[in-house]
């Protein structure tokens, strides 16, 4: 294993404080990121189980627009390449909030998710969406299987990356899928988080940081094959898998050797690809503190725009407190009130930006940069702007 950037140590990073936990410890994990030089995939150490970050959750996926529209999207290309007709039975696994099922529902498929978090997954029955409360494995799948019979179409979307035991997830993958179906991954793709400096995207709940050559090699693990790839923007760049069993595969997509060259040229199955990034990171640490120092020192007013998991690896990593950030703002009712993990700052609702008009609002999930600057439209009414801090700080002005 050789290091690729350490980030010292920081709480899980949807551990959000509520007032009354604010005088007792907190606990924080070592934060380093490393690659394994025999297979490339880079990872962190599953120092946090699962269980502990997804009973209950503190994301719901639905209070994304653009993130509810890819999930439209995704449905409407599985159609296609799948075909979603009456007979069809769809499972997704970490469904959330049911917000790509809802979608699924609508054209009248059977499906069914698969969903850790207890409070998410209860939302996800509410607005109708059938939803099982339990993790994914080999033996759980089955009994899935063994219920409601194989499924043509199983999804399983910005999850890969959250699970200690890839191999044992991916046979229930293989568990859930029919024998001639279909399975589709998507999860950040370490090419992009290496060449835009997305360190924040470094956090406890993923595990590891995947490749199309290491993820070949993780669905190879239970029995599935890569038969396709889609490079996408979502989370700063992603990459969809598309696999099938061993069995019913056949040959692979150009796409997948197109990527995998691509990653070669990057020198991802090298050290020399990854010999850089450590000092970028703490490029981006000094650019921001820099920014936020200069503008407490002239008396400006900033504060945050969203409370995302990457959020909280990029506070803690820079040591933002709120002397430099008063408070961010979230659009999950679920965070307000209480304080982001490590740092402390205070989660308040949306309308807190139009009261106090601040001269400065920090967006923490600049991966929305297109959807949250349309979002923020109204900051310009009283000449505040925007920062984006990844790939590199950036200060624009809204447009009127």
Not at 103 to 117: A, D, K, M, N, Q
Not at 164 to 190: I, K, M, N
Not at 383 to 397: A, D, K, Q, T
Request: aromatic content about 8%.
């Amino acid at each position: 294993m050789a290091s690729v950037v350490d980030l010292g140590a920081t709480p899980p990073c949807e551990s959000f404080l509520a007032a009354d936990q604010l005088d007792l410890p907190e606990p924080a994990y070592p934060l380093h990121l490393r690659v394994c030089t025999d297979c490339w995939l880079a990872q962190i150490p599953p120092l946090i189980s699962p269980r502990e970050t997804f009973t209950q959750y503190a994301y719901f996926s639905s209070y994304s627009t653009s993130w509810v529209e890819h999930a439209r999207a995704f449905v409407d290309e599985a159609a296609r390449r799948v075909g979603l007709g009456p007979g069809a039975f769809v499972v997704e696994v970490a469904s959330n909030d049911g917000y790509l099922l809802r979608h699924v529902v609508e054209r009248g498929v059977r499906c069914l998710g698969i969903e850790p978090s207890v409070n998410v997954g209860a939302a996800a029955r509410e607005a109708g969406v059938p939803t099982r409360t339990e993790f994914l494995s080999e033996e759980s799948g089955a009994a899935v299987r063994a219920e409601h019979g194989p499924a043509g179409l199983v999804v399983a979307n910005n999850v890969y990356a959250h699970i200690p035991d890839v191999v044992g997830f991916t046979r229930g993958l293989r568990a859930l899928v029919a024998d001639d179906g279909w399975v589709s991954v998507e999860v950040q793709h370490l090419l992009t988080l290496i060449e835009e400096n997305q360190y924040d995207t470094i956090y406890h709940e993923h595990f590891q940081y995947y490749t199309v050559a290491s993820a070949m090699r993780a669905l190879a693990s239970g029995g599935l094959t890569l038969v396709d790839v889609e490079l996408l923007p979502t989370h700063g760049g992603s990459v969809r898998l598309w696999a099938r069993p061993a069995e019913a595969a056949g040959e692979p997509a150009g796409s997948v050797a197109d990527v995998l060259a691509r990653e070669k040229a990057a020198g991802l199955r090298e050290l020399s690809g990854y010999a850089e990034f450590s000092a970028r990171v703490a490029k981006v640490r000094r650019d921001l503190l820099a920014f936020l120092i200069g503008a407490a020192e002239r008396g400006q007013s900033v504060v945050g725009y969203g409370a995302p998991g990457k959020g909280s690896t990029l506070l803690n990593h820079c040591g933002i407190r709120p002397d430099l950030l008063a408070y961010t703002v979230d659009r999950n009712p679920y965070k307000h009130g209480r304080f982001t993990p490590g740092t402390r700052i205070p989660v308040l609702p949306p309308d807190r930006l139009a009261a106090d008009r601040p001269d400065y609002v920090l967006v923490l999930p600049w991966n929305l940069r297109a959807e949250l600057t349309e979002q923020l439209s109204f900051v310009h009414e009283w000449g505040g702007r925007l920062v984006f801090p990844i790939p590199e700080l950036s200060i624009v002005e809204v447009a009127r």
